[in-house]
Structures are given as structure tokens and as C-alpha cells.
T-cell receptor, first 113, second 116 residues
Framework: GEDVEQSLFLSVREGDSSVINCTYTDSSSTYLYWYKQEPGAGLQLLTYIFSNMDMKQDQRLTVLLNKKDKHLSLRIADTQTGDSAIYFC?????????????FGKGTHLIIQP | GAVVSQHPSWVICKSGTSVKIECRSL??????MFWYRQFPKQSLMLMATSNEGSKATYEQGVEKDKFLINHASLTLSTLTVTSAHPEDSSFYIC????????????FGDGTRLSIL
């Protein structure tokens, strides 16, 4: 079945870059997403990438996709205390809403002052 | 602004009670909606796909008699947790398809359900 794996914790110093990694097993994954969840809150879509892309950048966020290795990463430049949250990697076969998403367990980003 | 509204945001009730959660698409129609469940400090798991005018499609291991889904209109899907017990306590989130091509799904803000 489909599987999405992430490390559970990442600790970085404020101002440094954070790199959150994700691997997935379903080679038919076409759309890959990063969501942010703050304590007690819902999901916030950060960015997404199509499988035919290698990289996508949006302000402080950079997504890298290695489709051969089924590896996705999210880099947050100049990490701030407000970036402290759980980050979920997710994948789907189709975009939009033809099917539900498969989520990883989430990476808890901890910011050290 | 929010494009998917979920209600209630938090509910606490006694064991044995049935609880209904609503998921509404605002200003757009959704023939399909998705229901997810998140246990504390864990990932979101897809429970079922709600289909307007027809039966929901449940993921393996999800009890359809326990989690009743109704998608009676193009803007509303409901999830009813029947005879809820403490182990049903969880965070339930719905989503609706993105609009226009392959836009990402829109998620509701979630419902935190606590069964005493």
C-alpha cells in the first residue's frame, strides 16, 4: 500500500535553515504537498509540487523532488519562532479532489533561540 | 477566507451519544468530499470519501455503521459518529476538491471530539 515516511522531530536554531525530509513509496504519486499544523489548529497548505517538477520555490520555502528516489524535501530559509509547528508531507495520485491524500506522520519542527 | 466550513469546532459529550459533524463548501459545489481522522500527535488518516447522491466509499478498517456519512447536497457533507465511546475521541477534518484543474484540496478547520 501507499506509505509516506518522515522523521518525527527536527530542531534548528532561529535564523538557520530547516530541511524537512519525506520519502514515499507509491511511484504513481503525481502530486506532493507540504502542510503545516500549529497546536490545536487545522491544516495550512504551504506548497505543493507536481511530479514532473524538480523544484519549486515560494519566498522562504523551497521544495525539492527526487522522483527517482521518491524523496521530497522542504527547506525553510531563515527559520523563525513562528515556524514552530508540525509539518506533514502528503501525496495523491490525482490533483484537485479525485482521491484523498496519504499523509506522513508529521515532523515536529522545534526552534531554538 | 475559508472555503470549507466545518462545524462544530469542538464538542464534548457523554459516552453513547451520537455526534454529527458538518462540512460545507462555501461558494462552490463539491460532488466529493473527504473525511480524515487524526489521533493525538499522529498523522491524518483518510476515513472515507463522501459522494453526493450516492453511498460513501470507506477506507479499509473504517466501520461504516459507526461513522455514517451523508452527502445530501452539493455543498454539505455530514459525518455522524454513532454511539460514540472514548476511543472515538479524535480530531476529524474534512476537505473538498480544489476548484479549476488540479488545484489542491481545501481543508476545513477540523472538529475536536472528546467523549467522556
Amino acid at each position: 500500500g501507499e506509505d509516506v515516511e518522515q522523521s518525527l522531530f527536527l530542531s534548528v536554531r532561529e535564523g538557520d535553515s530547516s530541511v524537512i525530509n519525506c520519502t514515499y513509496t507509491d511511484s504513481s504519486s503525481t502530486y506532493l504537498y507540504w502542510y503545516k499544523q500549529e497546536p490545536g489548529a487545522g491544516l495550512q497548505l504551504l506548497t505543493y509540487i507536481f511530479s514532473n517538477m524538480d523544484m519549486k520555490q515560494d519566498q522562504r520555502l523551497t521544495v525539492l523532488l527526487n522522483k527517482k528516489d521518491k524523496h521530497l524535501s522542504l527547506r525553510i530559509a531563515d527559520t523563525q519562532t513562528g515556524d514552530s509547528a508540525i509539518y506533514f508531507c502528503a501525496e495523491s495520485y490525482s490533483g484537485g479532489g479525485a482521491d484523498g491524500l496519504t499523509f506522513g506522520k508529521g515532523t515536529h519542527l522545534i526552534i531554538q533561540p | 477566507g475559508a472555503v470549507v466550513s466545518q462545524h462544530p469546532s469542538w464538542v464534548i459529550c457523554k459516552s453513547g451519544t451520537s455526534v454529527k459533524i458538518e462540512c460545507r463548501s462555501l461558494d462552490f459545489q463539491a460532488t466529493t468530499m473527504f473525511w480524515y481522522r487524526q489521533f493525538p500527535k499522529q498523522s491524518l488518516m483518510l476515513m472515507a470519501t463522501s459522494n453526493e447522491g450516492s453511498k460513501a466509499t470507506y477506507e479499509q478498517g473504517v466501520e461504516k455503521d459507526k461513522f455514517l456519512i451523508n452527502h445530501a447536497s452539493l455543498t454539505l457533507s455530514t459525518l455522524t459518529v454513532t454511539s460514540a465511546h472514548p476511543e472515538d475521541s479524535s480530531f476529524y477534518i474534512c476537505s473538498a476538491p480544489g476548484q479549476g484543474g488540479n488545484q489542491p484540496q481545501h481543508f476545513g478547520d477540523g472538529t475536536r471530539l472528546s467523549i467522556l
